[in-house]
């Protein structure tokens, strides 16, 4: 989207392969042995992701 307020991804074909949900450190509160938050970057939306499942994480880091 041009121009975009929010940092953005490129959705077109060669984004496919990361349009998918990914790990948060952070634990679920609502099931804390087993959940942890995660982030849809297909839908936009947090999600809590089970521990047992394979998934994804997109390494973030703090300002400068």
Aim: some cysteine; proline content about 9%.
């Amino acid at each position: 989207c041009l121009p975009c307020p929010t940092p953005s991804i490129n959705v077109g074909k060669e984004a496919l392969p990361i349009l998918q949900n990914y790990w948060s450190s952070t634990t679920y509160a609502g099931n804390t042995s087993s959940a942890s938050w995660g982030v849809s970057m297909y839908g936009g939306y947090v999600l809590s992701v089970s521990k047992s499942n394979d998934g994804y994480v997109w390494p973030v880091r703090s300002g400068p």
